[in-house]
């Protein structure tokens, strides 16, 4: 599968963080970064580096590579071998600002609908889990319905709340998703991926 436009960055052999960028191309053992930012020191051809690519489809990826050519934001790097790949379902989190709205409140076994519906400001999401706060008084245990906007698709989702913090004005919840298709989780975490490629894209704007 190739790789492209997926946020990329470069390090030594040390860790050192090289090049962020982006890939520009990629066939089998070879690919071309459009490296947005140098850090630390410059890329000579023949050195060992690591590449770590957050793809959209398959997650983070880490391989071990030999660095072609470097120059003039762009870095050419060959022999590619996979070392790591890491389906950061539960770990990866992307701050959001959306506003979410609470359809019924699950108590036990007794359902309340909510009418109107609770307005809720997401600060965060991965493919498993939300955080939200609202001034609204909920306990661990509580469930929630909601629907969940992500552009090309809109997900119901069931939350139960696994951790309350007192935070200003109001109350953070975090909840874990529950009974989520396989489908639709794929479909959270392209989500908080691609989420992740347009922050990492409007940092590098800035630097």
């Known amino acids: 599968m190739a790789f492209e436009s997926d946020p990329c960055a470069i390090h030594a052999e040390t860790g050192e963080l090289i090049a962020r960028g982006f890939v520009r191309e990629h066939s089998g053992a070879r690919l071309v970064m ?40 762009r870095v050419v790097l060959r022999s590619l071998t996979l070392r790591e790949a890491v389906q950061h379902r539960s770990s990866l989190r992307v701050q959001t600002d959306m506003v979410l709205r609470l359809g019924s409140l699950v108590v036990g076994k007794a359902e309340q609908v909510l009418d109107p519906p609770w307005a809720v ?71 908080v991926l691609d989420r992740q490629r347009q922050t990492l894209a409007q940092r590098a704007e800035r630097l």
């Open 34 to 73: 459009s490296a947005r930012t140098f850090t630390g020191a410059w890329l000579h051809p023949g050195d060992l580096a690591t590449l770590v690519i957050m793809s959209s489809d398959r997650g983070a990826l880490t391989f071990d590579a030999i660095v072609d050519e470097s120059g003039h934001g």
């Open 121 to 191: 400001h997401v600060d965060d999401l991965s493919a498993d889990g939300i955080r939200f706060r609202t001034e609204a008084e909920l306990e661990i245990g509580h469930r929630v319905a909601t629907t969940v906007d992500l552009g090309a698709r809109r997900l119901d989702l069931v939350l139960e709340v696994v951790r309350r913090t007192e935070v200003r004005g109001g109350l953070a919840y975090g909840c874990r998703i529950l009974g989520v298709g396989e489908r639709d989780r794929d479909a959270l975490f392209r989500f």
